[in-house]
């Protein structure tokens, strides 16, 4: 996939709609695991995390990286393999059992002092351990706190009433130095009721801009037989990187072509 070239230039909207009052419960989610309805599973690991791999690592090895709502992310097993430790948490016990078990990996269970009911997967090797409980559930008093998340198919699947909730946690789970790569979606939410959910950039500044450096990565059109289904004429995925920094003064950087970055990337410069 090629960056910018073919993306279509959309003016992004801050409304996202109908969409502000969908909730999806968690219920839903296991039916989903349960039916096989995980579209949003991917067997290869993103491109976007291969290609911004630096970003996330800036350099550093021996990482602590976070995936919020992980399922069975395949990313998880090739960051464990160049020797990070990766934390990951997920509703559905069934996803993360799939994770070991496709990956053939060994793995104890255990439950987890401070929440009830939750249960932690840790692989035998020790370097990835996967909570199966409510994102809500955790704090850094539990999963202490992480050098990187990787955000992919997470702030856009939580319920658009719970982004503020989501990303306090979020913020209080980043190391200083912590780098947050996120992968977010823009489409017409008038046209798709979600999840994935549209969330506007601007709103995504307003979630993380106080505290974060805001890096927009990447824009490229994922448009594909599948969003066609949904009724939309366009999507795409927007690659975004969120370095915690304290300073009082944060830049924000635009990377890629700027003449077609200012036309549909609304991100201040
Ligand atoms: N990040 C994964 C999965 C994305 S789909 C990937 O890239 O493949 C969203 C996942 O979040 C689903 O597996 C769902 O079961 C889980 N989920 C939804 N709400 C959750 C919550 N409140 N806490 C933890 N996991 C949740």
């Given at each position: 996939m090629d960056s910018f070239t073919d993306v279509p230039r959309i003016k992004e909207s801050s409304d996202i709609g109908q969409q502000q009052c969908r909730v999806v419960t968690e219920e839903e989610w296991l039916q989903k695991w349960q039916m096989r309805n995980?579209?949003?599973?991917?067997?290869?690991?993103h491109w976007i995390l291969r290609k911004y791999l630096d970003v996330l690592l800036n350099?550093?090895?021996g990482l602590r990286i976070f995936f919020p709502l992980?399922?069975?992310?395949?990313e998880m097993k090739w960051l464990a393999d160049m020797g990070h430790c990766v934390v990951g948490v997920e509703l559905s016990e069934c996803a993360l059992k799939e994770f070991f078990t496709e990956h053939n990996l060994s793995y104890s269970e255990e439950p987890v002092?401070?929440?009830?009911?939750a249960k932690v997967f840790k692989s035998t090797s020790g370097n990835i351990s996967l909570y199966c409980?409510?994102?809500?559930?955790?704090?850094s008093t539990i999963a202490g706190r992480f050098d990187g998340i990787w955000d992919r198919g997470s702030l856009v699947a939580i319920n658009p009433c719970d982004r503020e909730r989501y990303a306090n946690l979020m913020l209080s789970l980043m190391e200083g130095s912590c780098c947050y790569l996120l992968v977010s979606v823009l489409y017409d939410p008038n046209k798709h009721k979600g999840p994935p959910f549209y969330v506007p950039d601007s709103e995504i500044k307003s979630l993380f801009g106080k505290v974060c450096e805001i890096k927009c990565l990447e824009k490229v059109d994922d448009f594909s037989d599948q969003h066609k289904a949904w009724g939309l004429d366009y999507f795409l995925e927007r690659a975004g990187d969120y370095s915690k920094c304290f300073e009082t003064e944060h830049t924000i950087s635009i990377y890629g072509k700027a003449s077609d970055v200012t036309q549909s990337c609304d991100c201040p410069m």
């Amino acid at each position: 996939m090629d960056s910018f070239t073919d993306v279509p230039r959309i003016k992004e909207s801050s409304d996202i709609g109908q969409q502000q009052c969908r909730v999806v419960t968690e219920e839903e989610w296991l039916q989903k695991w349960q039916m096989r309805n995980i579209g949003f599973h991917k067997e290869q690991v993103h491109w976007i995390l291969r290609k911004y791999l630096d970003v996330l690592l800036n350099g550093r090895s021996g990482l602590r990286i976070f995936f919020p709502l992980c399922g069975k992310a395949v990313e998880m097993k090739w960051l464990a393999d160049m020797g990070h430790c990766v934390v990951g948490v997920e509703l559905s016990e069934c996803a993360l059992k799939e994770f070991f078990t496709e990956h053939n990996l060994s793995y104890s269970e255990e439950p987890v002092p401070g929440i009830s009911g939750a249960k932690v997967f840790k692989s035998t090797s020790g370097n990835i351990s996967l909570y199966c409980c409510s994102i809500y559930d955790l704090s850094s008093t539990i999963a202490g706190r992480f050098d990187g998340i990787w955000d992919r198919g997470s702030l856009v699947a939580i319920n658009p009433c719970d982004r503020e909730r989501y990303a306090n946690l979020m913020l209080s789970l980043m190391e200083g130095s912590c780098c947050y790569l996120l992968v977010s979606v823009l489409y017409d939410p008038n046209k798709h009721k979600g999840p994935p959910f549209y969330v506007p950039d601007s709103e995504i500044k307003s979630l993380f801009g106080k505290v974060c450096e805001i890096k927009c990565l990447e824009k490229v059109d994922d448009f594909s037989d599948q969003h066609k289904a949904w009724g939309l004429d366009y999507f795409l995925e927007r690659a975004g990187d969120y370095s915690k920094c304290f300073e009082t003064e944060h830049t924000i950087s635009i990377y890629g072509k700027a003449s077609d970055v200012t036309q549909s990337c609304d991100c201040p410069m």
